[in-house]
Structure formats: C-alpha cells, structure tokens
C-alpha cells in the first residue's frame, strides 16, 4: 500500500523558501477545525481543541487505511490568528487573537468517515472540545509565504515584518487572516530549528 504524503507531492505550499518570500495560489482543500480564542501558550480552549484535533485526525487515517486501502501521512497543524480589526494586529499580544486550528484532510476522506472516526474517539476519550470540530473546505488563493526556521512567538517577528514588507513593495495588500503552518513537530525538533510556513492572503491594490 502507497502512503502519501501531501506535503511532499505539494512542496511549493509546504515547504516555501527561508530566504525569500514566494507568492502562491493556494487550492481549495478540506480540514477539520476548531475555532477559540486566547493566547494559545495559556488558553485552556487551545489545549482541549488540540486534545480533540490529532485523536479524530489520526483515527480518520486509520480508518482510511484500513477500510478504503488508503494510508497517508497525517498533515501538520495549522492556526489562522486575527483580530477584528487586522490593522492591530500584534504577534506579540496573543490575548487579543481569535484563532482556528485544522489540520487538512485529503479529498478521498468523506464526511461519513469523519463521522466515524468522531464516534470511535467519543467512546474512548471523550476530549471537551469534540463537538466543536467542523469539516469544511478552506480556500485562500492567492498568498504570499515564507519559512520561519526557529522559535514561535516573538522569534518570527522579523520574518513576518519580511513577509509584509514584500507584500507592500509588491504592490498587494494584506486580505484575511495571518496563517502558520506548524511543519516541525514541536515534541521532538529543537526550539531553534523549528519550521513554520508563515502564510498571508493578498490581493492586489
């Protein structure tokens, strides 16, 4: 059985430049997303949405697997961070955002295996935040990205005070939500070689 992995098969989206600032057109693709709001170092909500997040992500991969002959590498989280009114922006007052974790699903996984894979954490785990978690798609298109390679938080101000910069240069402006895309997994890279794909919708001025 071929296991794939999206990230690989997509690189442009996944695995941008450190150095320069790519523009992308990013498709439309389906996730599973919890939405909260707080800094997500201290917020309770954050932790029980990751609680509920990666067991429903990693069931739905084992259910694939095992009932359709289709194994995949299950993707990297993902957090969209905004304010309401995105002018304050400020990476560093994470108080203030509101947030939507997901993680993409592939487009062979259906809504009835969702459902499932739901069902069956429901029964072993239970976590809080289970039944706030939707199954939709999510389309960006045009954007403008760059690889962060260290620590979260105030590390990546430089890299996203690049990022704008460009954009503002470029001729575009900022549209939507500021968008990471946790490549790294935190439990085993260290701080100071972390990648975080730092993605921001654009349009045209």
């Known amino acids: 059985m071929v296991k794939f992995d999206f990230k690989k098969e997509n690189k442009n989206i996944y695995y941008p430049s450190n150095k320069r600032v790519a523009v992308v057109d990013i498709p439309r693709m389906n996730f599973l997303m919890v939405d909260g709001k707080g800094d997500p170092n201290t917020s309770q909500e954050y932790k029980n949405a990751m609680e509920a997040l990666f067991p429903v992500s990693f069931k739905t991969k084992f259910l694939s697997k095992k009932e359709n002959n289709q194994d995949y590498v299950v993707m ?3 957090g969209l961070w905004w304010v309401e009114d995105m002018e ?7 108080e203030s955002w509101n947030w939507t974790v997901m993680i993409m699903q592939p487009e062979f996984i259906t809504e009835e295996l969702i459902k499932k894979a739901s069902e069956d954490v429901e029964d072993k785990k239970n976590p809080v935040s289970l039944s706030k978690i939707r199954f939709e798609k999510f389309s960006e298109r045009l954007s403008a990205q760059i690889m962060h390679i260290g620590p979260y938080g105030a590390a990546e101000v430089p890299t996203v005070e690049k990022l704008h910069e460009f954009i503002e240069k ?3 402006k900022l549209r939507g939500k500021h968008h990471e895309i946790y490549i790294s997994d ?3 890279t260290r701080p100071e070689v972390l990648k975080t794909v730092i993605r921001q919708p654009i349009e045209q001025k």
């Open 186 to 188: 935190v439990r085993r």
């Open 88 to 94: 304050k922006f400020d990476i560093g007052d994470k």
């Open 170 to 172: 470029s001729g575009y």
């Open 76 to 78: 990297p989280l993902e």
